[in-house]
């Protein structure tokens, strides 16, 4: 790849096919400067033209929303990693600079420390604290370091979505409105001498109130092991990374965080996005920013370990065939939303997942993947073999065979029958209120296995999940019936697996059979075992 | 002395079948409990045997094609058929579904000219039709686009240095083929036989490629035909490719399994290496990228203007010129790439009106350098 230096001519052996323009002498932009760099697919910069190019990126996004008004306080988030080192710096340097344009706001710096999580000793921890508190004093902002363990210690506030409108900032006369209104609720406030949004502070503003208590620092980490698999430990670490810092930004009074509008009041502004991990690390390497390391959940993880990695080897080994896929991903994404659902596209919205608060994706239409999404795992089991002797009978839906008597799911029938294949479809009226908390989170995922009276007995499906939870206590050998609850954030689905029966839970699969095996290996995974399928269909011809 | 012939002779039959395991006996189909399970069906695990697995499959079709509405009934349907397993498993299962839901089939495949694959794949299509005994129509490119076959085009775009662009070629004309032919034999629908692994893959592509517009439309069942052209959509949309070839393998389907000879230079190949990746680390990846797909809509800034008809042949085009004729007046001028990537400077001398997605920031020398 390209090397910073004089090493520039030559070309990667085997590389694609483009010419290397790094042939030139000079600078593509002043022409002058020897090029240290290669940005791009093949413009080299000097060192002056590129530390330009780079705030110019820095300050470009931050004007270009028009989101931080003059005086505010922003607070930015501080990992340690070149990203948010490189980020914190430009502040730095905006704001001491006395160039025309001067960054006019009031920054504060917060980092936290995610040791539990990664399960780092108490004596790693206090050494990189002590490496951050040096940085820290080198900035000179007002700083705030906490450790993750404090999320257990968060007022249920946190979670709540204010419902505020984001002002439109698309004129230029909204943009001036707002920033009026913003400074006279500032004298307000300043007179008032009280926020109308904070909460009574836990711990003293500056440096943390103490380490953390083992016991916190335990909870923490048995959390995080009890998460089965690297992905869902990451996404776990971010949203509760985020909350922290949510948190820390509403009881302090920054309005603006730099690091989506989901959250209503704060708002997250991430300027370093449009800046490749190339261009950061060389300048961080050519102007000297202080950053310190901190091994997070995924380092040494193999590709495989997790979405995330995946994804991350992916993207990086494409960029280096085509240099433009990060940030063509990156606008592609910029450009879509979340689709209306059809015909109520001025529906309120609906409910929001606890977690993250994205809307739920709650599927009342029939769609087709709907149907389609027979899931991986869990499955709707057959129930004991009673039934199955009367084989050919379409049993009525909803109804529990083999027990005599159901209980509370046919007492409200949340079917309607399709009218085309009379293919139960769960109506509306199953998600009315009053329904548990949990089954709330009802999404397309209700996989519901149905065989279509084509050629094939039908088999007749576990009852419905019902709002009655008395209803499904108390049954053994009930199939277990399955809800997923998917939780769509901007292309990442969260899928939680809720079996609502013994029988359905994690673990062995039941296979339906006279005896009601178990297969002993543990969850499957999606890839078919074929070496069953390879080794029966050779004896298939005799047995058909 | 014992010789040799005396010993009593072992017999074995070739290859050893598998032994019974008493620890773990092969589990009986979930489905009818009666046959021994043949397979485990990949998405959800459950076991079942060959005659349930395809009734399974073919139940989810027809609830696709229902559930959806995609078939009325009384439709004429032209089945792009390509000899692969795709297609074929679509055209039995649309046949052997064809009196319940009342319509009427007709295959029509297309002949890209590419020499030493299309023909063999032409020649199992000729067959399945005979046996099936459903009409076929053979619509070739060289007839219909002014004597181009995919052949001519891939040499006719291989010297610029970069890879060849033959698949997107090769996508556009194809459409506009199939569509020709289902007009030829009359038809009010086309059904095309991409499986969920194609969707996902598709979804993949298009985020890579940049193309939001394509993202924002792809999701669903298929399109409704607008602007004159034929309603098309995919049935087999929902089931993924292992499923569709173990279909084949129970019914003992005889289909053209090569890959096109193009093939290793297509984008799509990174799309499919990361969707494998993908399903290897989170199965139901495949179908939660369809899903979602579904929901994706453009954001109302970056919108572009209502598309308008094509100058030459009146199809749906949102600049002067749809994408075929584009594409054709390149490779006629003999400036192939004239139609390929954004802006498509030069190719027409009023300017249409651009789209409203931003041009990429740098110059042009950052775009991507793609085989698609």
């Given at each position: 790849m390209c090397e910073v230096g004089e090493d520039y001519r030559e070309s990667a052996p085997g590389g694609p096919p483009l010419t290397r323009p790094g042939r030139e002498q000079k600078c593509v932009k002043c022409k002058e400067g020897p090029p240290v760099v290669v940005i791009r697919a093949g413009d080299a910069f000097c060192r002056d033209c590129f530390k330009v190019f780079y705030v110019h990126k820095f300050r470009a996004m931050l004007g270009k929303n028009r989101l931080i008004f003059p005086g505010e306080k922003v607070l930015l988030a501080w990992s340690g990693g070149p990203s948010s080192s490189s980020m914190v710096w430009q502040v730095l340097e905006g704001l001491s600079r006395d160039s025309a344009k001067r960054l006019r706001f009031v920054p504060g710096v917060i980092y936290v420390d995610e040791g539990a999580a990664c399960g780092r000793s108490p004596e790693d921890r206090a050494r990189t604290l002590v490496e951050v508190e040096q940085v820290l004093q080198r900035v000179g902002f007002p700083s705030h370091v906490i450790a993750l363990e404090e999320v257990f210690g968060l007022p249920p506030s946190v979670l709540r979505c204010f419902a505020q409108e984001p002002e439109s900032v698309g004129t230029e006369g909204a943009y001036k409105a707002a920033v009026d209104s913003f400074l006279q609720q500032q004298c307000v406030l300043g007179a008032a001498g009280e926020e109308p949004w904070s909460q009574p502070r836990p711990q003293g503003p500056q440096s943390l109130a103490g380490p953390p208590t083992a016991v916190q620092t335990e909870a923490l980490s048995r959390l995080f092991d009890s998460v089965k698999t690297l992905t869902a430990k990451e996404e776990l670490l971010q949203t509760l990374r985020t909350h922290l810092i949510l948190h820390v930004a509403r009881t302090h009074g920054y309005s603006k965080g730099f690091s989506d509008e989901r959250h209503g009041d704060v708002v997250v502004v991430r300027p370093?996005?449009?800046?490749?991990l190339k261009e950061v690390a060389f300048y961080n390497r050519l102007f000297a920013v202080p950053s310190v390391f901190t091994p997070a959940v995924?380092?040494?993880?193999?590709?495989?370990?997790?979405i995330h990695r995946l994804m991350e080897a992916f993207l990086l080994r494409l960029q280096a065939q085509f240099p433009s896929t990060v940030s063509t991903v990156y606008r592609t994404s910029e450009k879509l939303v979340k689709a209306p659902r059809d015909g109520c596209a001025a529906s309120p919205p609906g409910p929001r997942c606890l977690l993250c608060l994205c809307t739920l994706d709650v599927d009342s239409a029939d769609s087709a993947t709907a149907f389609g999404a027979q899931t991986s795992s869990h499955l709707c089991q057959m129930q004991a073999p009673g039934p199955q002797a009367?084989?050919?009978?379409?049993t009525t839906l909803c109804c529990c065979p083999g027990l005599g008597g159901a209980q509370g799911c046919c007492s409200s029938p949340p079917w309607t029958p399709c009218r085309l294949t009379s293919w139960p479809r769960p109506s509306s009226a199953a998600r009315g209120p009053g329904a548990s908390r949990r089954s709330k989170r009802i999404c397309w995922g209700t996989a519901m296995m149905r065989r279509c009276p084509v050629g094939a007995e039908v088999r007749a499906l576990g009852p419905h999940p019902t709002r009655n939870r008395q209803a499904r206590t108390g049954r053994q050998g009930q199939a277990g019936c399955l809800w997923l609850s998917t939780c769509i954030n901007k292309n990442v689905l969260i899928r939680k697996l809720y079996s609502t029966h013994g029988a359905g839970r994690a673990g062995p699969l039941a296979v339906c059979g006279a005896g009601q095996r178990?297969?002993?290996?543990?969850?499957?995974?999606?890839?078919?075992?074929l070496r069953q399928a390879g080794g029966a269909a050779a004896s298939l011809p005799t047995a058909q | 002395m014992v010789s040799i012939f005396s010993l009593p002779r072992i017999r074995r039959s070739l290859p050893f079948p598998p032994r019974p395991d008493p620890e773990m006996p092969a589990p009986q189909c979930a489905s009818c409990n009666k046959a021994r399970a043949a397979l485990r069906r990949p998405r959800s695990g459950q076991a079942l045997c060959g005659t349930c697995f395809c009734a399974a499959f073919e139940a989810e079709v027809l609830h696709t094609v229902v559930a959806g509405r995609l078939l009325p009934p009384g439709a004429v349907v032209a089945v792009g058929a390509s000899g692969g397993k795709d297609s074929t498993v679509l055209a039995h299962v649309l046949r052997e579904l064809a009196p319940r839901l009342g319509i009427s089939l007709r295959l029509v495949a297309v002949d890209e000219g590419i020499g030493g694959y299309r023909d063999a794949a032409l020649a199992a299509v000729r067959r399945q039709a005979a046996r099936w005994e459903l009409p076929l129509t053979v619509v070739a490119y060289a007839d219909l686009f002014g004597g181009w076959t995919m052949d001519a085009v891939a040499r006719s775009t291989a010297g610029s240095g970069r890879s060849r662009s033959c698949c997107t070629f090769c996508g556009v004309l194809r459409r506009r083929a199939l569509e020709e032919g289902a007009r030829l034999v009359g038809a009010t629908h086309v059904v095309t036989g991409h499986n969920a692994d194609d969707m996902a893959e598709t979804v993949l592509m298009n985020f890579l490629r940049g193309d939001a517009g394509r993202l924002a439309r792809g999701g669903g069942l298929g399109s409704p035909g607008e602007g004159g052209a034929l309603p098309r959509c995919r049935p087999l949309q929902l089931a993924s490719q292992k499923e569709v070839v173990l279909y084949a393998h129970f019914r003992r389907l005889d289909y053209f399994s090569e890959e096109c000879v193009y093939a290793p230079e297509a984008f799509r190949g990174h799309a499919r290496d990361l969707l494998k990746r993908l399903e290897a680390a989170r199965p139901s990846a495949v179908l939660d990228l369809v899903h979602s797909a579904e929901r994706l809509a453009l954001a109302p800034a970056a919108r572009p203007p209502p598309p308008g008809a094509c100058a030459r042949c009146g199809a749906l085009a949102s600049r002067a010129l749809c994408q075929a004729c584009a594409l054709l007046d390149g490779l006629n001028r003999g400036r192939p790439r004239l139609a390929i990537g954004k802006g498509r400077r030069g190719l027409d001398e009023d300017g249409p009106p651009r789209e409203a997605e931003p041009e990429p920031s740098g110059p042009p020398a950052s775009e991507p350098v793609p085989a698609f």
């Open positions: 370093m996005r449009e800046h490749t995924d380092t040494k993880a193999p590709e495989k370990a997790s009367e084989a050919g009978t379409p178990r297969a002993p290996q543990g969850r499957l995974a999606g890839a078919a075992v | -």
